[in-house]
């Protein structure tokens, strides 16, 4: 990993867009930070209690991946909570084949009803191949995301079998400090902003950057887009008028989260498993994230992982020292997985580099597995 200036106090790089260090080492979002507050296991309950009242057969759906996170969801709301779960699995085609396996593994053990969803016509494969090489073409960090828009739209299948089942509630298990706040930086927006008006400014740069690069303007990648903007933020103003009665929120908004609790729960109850040669157990699941570690680690010596790692020392999850070893494990990029994710839709290491010669010149990490 290289040898950067790192916050004294959480492990942010100063590469990290927009951050600051004050006289004694420690960054602008250790200064800022608010720790997060669920809002408790009895708001919770008053949501179940509102769901059950409705008489459906089913009390909620989940948003089931066969990552970590998800898989916890699916044990607490079936055996804890003892709900009726509908659980919906997309076939990512960029999915890790151990993921597909944990869901039909851990729904078999629960007994929990699953629904697979499924791309149309290879639409998944030509977004993501379209929008790769729209962004070697002519780079910006705020379009890194658009690798990943086309899974967005699965929350579009989800919506529409909640609604034909009479389903009240969707729930999805992201843990609450995987919300990436470079991203924001990247879209021009303060990485501590949030409301209403974050979401329409994201919204927004996103028409600019297209109209930058109007290589991304495909039929694919735009109705994928436009999909993932109304449906994925449970605040998009036109989910009400679309899905009335449906509600969407995320489990850890309620429940503390625990990355122990999690993992020896999934592993001891539902036979969890990752892949043997992948160092962290989160979002392993999907292949794209070897990609995007790729570019952000190249370009600015960080991935997601630091973000993640920082919030959890804020909060007292996990000491500094920890999450520094970690990521100098965790942040190795391997060119076979970027290669193996490339490969899904017929593109190798190679035809990235011929895309923009000069563009790789900027690169400042060699550190590739």
Known sequence: MMRMRRCKQCVLPETIPNIRFDEEGVCNHCRN????????????????????????????????????????????????????????????????????????????????????????KRVHEKCFQNNVRAFFKKPSPAMISMMCIACKSKWVDIYDIAKENKVPLILACSNPYESTSFKKEFHGVPFDASGPKVYLRRLLTGIKELGRNPRYIKLETVMA?????????????????????????????????SEDKVLSTIRNELGWKKPDDEVSSWRFDCRVARIKDFIYMTLFGFTEKDDLYSK????????????????????????MAVND?????????????????????????????
């Open 225 to 257: 887009t436009m999909q993932a903007y109304i449906h994925l933020d449970s605040k998009s103003p036109l989910l009400p008028f679309l899905y009335p009665g449906i509600k969407k929120t995320d489990l850890f908004y309620y429940l503390e989260w």
């Open 312 to 335: 959890m020392i804020r909060d007292g999850l996990v000491s500094r020292k920890e999450a520094l070893d970690r990521l100098e494990k965790e942040n190795k990029v391997s060119i």
């Open 341 to 369: 994710c490339l490969g899904v839709c017929g593109m190798d290491i190679e035809s990235l580099f011929s895309l923009n010669k000069d563009y790789w010149s900027q690169y400042n990490y060699l550190g590739f597995a």
């Open 33 to 120: 930070h608010k720790p997060f507050v669920p809002l408790g296991e009895e708001e919770l309950l008053k949501l179940f209690h509102r769901t059950k009242e409705t008489g459906q057969k089913y009390d909620c759906i989940l948003g089931l991946s066969g990552g970590r996170d998800s898989s916890y969801g699916l044990w607490v709301l079936s055996k804890y909570y003892k709900l009726n779960v509908l659980a919906i699995h997309y076939r990512n085609p960029f999915s890790h084949p151990i993921a597909h396996d944990n869901v039909k593994r851990m729904t078999d053990i629960l007994g929990v009803p699953l629904i697979e969803t499924k791309q149309k």
